[in-house]
């Protein structure tokens, strides 16, 4: 996986310095709330939504299953309609084959459509390397790319922003990226949205290139699937003459009748509609419509190690709703970019230092970013046990070793000892609370637990004491 988000510190601490940000945090509380409660309303309307969110698990348990069928079918089916296949097995692999393929264009320009396989990559930095702007079509990533920021939500990555940051993101830096910001533009919704569709109206008519992920492949016709609310994606995927999509070999579901439960499950646990306004497909190429030249570039980046675990390989499952985001209380109050990756929250929590490895701080200390309260899995469409899977990958990082876990592992083999020989400690309780006057507030070499709590007091006498002269 590419590590533009590495080198960032572990979770605990960019975490301790975003629960300081109080407009952060004023924009999360009110964004995520909103929508859990629109979702909630929109599930709620379909009787037989746990048949569904059943029958997507079920489908994606046995694509992966046969991931290597289904990947060949998809292959043929898209050579077959007039496309041309590329498999990269790595971030590095998958940016060459991009930039060779746009520069033999001849063109040093792209338009993309929101898509967090290309963004997991680096996409945009390896392009800029190599002298070819990369400009995003989304609202939301606009907002993020004319900010100099980073995504912090998967279906919303500016929702870090309200509305007056967006409006001085806006004047300050559309004119530097084309059509300057009107004058006198306001915050409300309507200008910024009007001010994003001239801004990029000048772009989708001059590319030559598009750019796009998407959310399905359909193996037995090769078709590709993008779900959107703006209409910027239809236009990166209709007027270019080259298309470029890349997408992680996990999105291939077998047939049409597979895609039809995820028409419902997608759009009503992402944005809690019951369709989405644009549903794009295409297959291949056509002579009177559409780019003339496609391009499939089929991603691994860590996708066949993570199927190799048996506990793990449920995080393929996801369809980037991010409905476990706006459930999670950890997420609420630190944001995405506490998580060093482009997939923030639960799924990222699990899916992250399982694509990248738990080489790295941030990485190691993302399965500990969770209360493990289960609303994650609750919510989740396709119904991955993210606690589940959080348990496993901290059980992998504590047997990494290391020095907080290497004191936990003492200190519970002292417990077991102790606990194991009454004697002992009925002893031990005995002298802790004759000298419980004189036990410290902290716990020395505990900071992590004892930063934000006291311990306990001790009280006078052990139960075990209380027990003998009130009850024999």
């Known amino acids: 996986m590419s590590g533009t988000y590495l080198g960032m510190p572990s979770f605990p601490k960019a975490a301790a310095d975003a629960v300081h940000d109080v407009t952060l945090r004023a924009n999360l509380r009110h964004a995520t709330h909103t929508i859990r409660d629109k979702r909630a309303k929109a599930v709620a309307e379909l009787e037989d939504w746990a048949l569904l969110r059943e029958a997507g698990k079920q489908i994606k ?54 898509s967090m396989a290309t963004q997991e990559i680096g996409l945009n930095e390896a392009l800029e390397a190599e002298g070819i702007a990369a400009y995003e079509t989304d609202l939301a990533e606009l907002i993020v790319q004319l900010g100099h920021d980073r995504p912090s939500h998967i279906l919303v990555p500016a929702i870090h922003r309200n509305r007056g940051e967006i409006r001085d993101i806006f004047r300050k830096e559309m004119g530097s990226w084309g059509r300057a910001a009107p004058e006198g533009l306001t915050d409300t919704p309507a200008d910024l949205a009007e001010a994003a569709r001239l801004h990029l109206r000048e772009k989708f008519l001059r590319a030559k290139v598009g750019i796009s992920g998407a959310n399905f492949m359909v193996a037995e016709t090769g078709t590709l699937v993008v779900f959107e609310s ?104 630190a944001g995405g970019h506490a998580y060093g990756s482009v997939y923030p929250g639960p799924i990222g929590a699990i899916l992250s230092p399982q694509l990248r490895g738990i080489q790295s701080e941030i990485d190691a200390s993302l399965p500990f970013a969770s209360s493990l309260c289960g609303a994650c899995y609750e919510v989740c469409p396709v119904a991955i046990d993210i606690p589940e899977v959080l348990v496993h990958l901290r059980e992998k990082v504590a047997d990494r070793g290391g020095k907080g876990h290497r004191v936990e592992k003492a200190a519970i083999k002292a417990a077991g000892w102790i606990l194991d020989h009454p004697a002992a400690l009925a002893a031990g309780e005995k002298a802790a609370a004759r000298t419980r006057k004189l036990h410290p507030k902290k716990l020395p070499g505990a900071g992590a637990w004892t930063a934000d709590r006291e311990l306990p007091e001790m009280p006078a006498q052990s139960f075990r004491d209380w027990w003998k002269r009130n009850r024999t």
Not at 81 to 109: M, Q, Y
Not at 262 to 280: G, H, V
Not at 284 to 290: I, Q, S
């Open 230 to 333: 703006e209409g910027n994606g239809r236009m990166c995927l209709t007027l270019p003459e080259t298309l470029i999509s890349v997408v992680g070999i996990e999105k291939v579901v077998p047939t049409w009748r597979d895609l039809e439960v995820f028409l419902q499950t997608l759009p009503r646990s992402s944005t809690a509609e019951r369709m989405n306004p644009y549903t794009s497909m295409w297959t291949g190429t056509a002579d009177a419509d559409g780019p003339r030249t496609f391009h499939l570039v089929l991603l691994d980046n860590g996708r066949t190690e993570t199927l190799a675990d048996e506990v793990g390989r449920q995080a393929l499952r996801c369809i980037r709703c991010s409905a476990c985001l706006n459930v999670c209380p950890v997420y609420e109050r």
């Open 61 to 114: 348990n046995h694509t992966l299953r046969h991931l290597d069928r289904y990947l060949e079918q998809l292959e043929s089916a898209v050579v077959a309609a007039g496309g041309t296949v590329h498999w990269a097995a790595d971030a590095a692999e998958a940016n060459r084959i991009v930039a060779d393929l746009v520069k033999a264009t001849g063109r040093s320009e792209v338009v993309k459509v929101k």
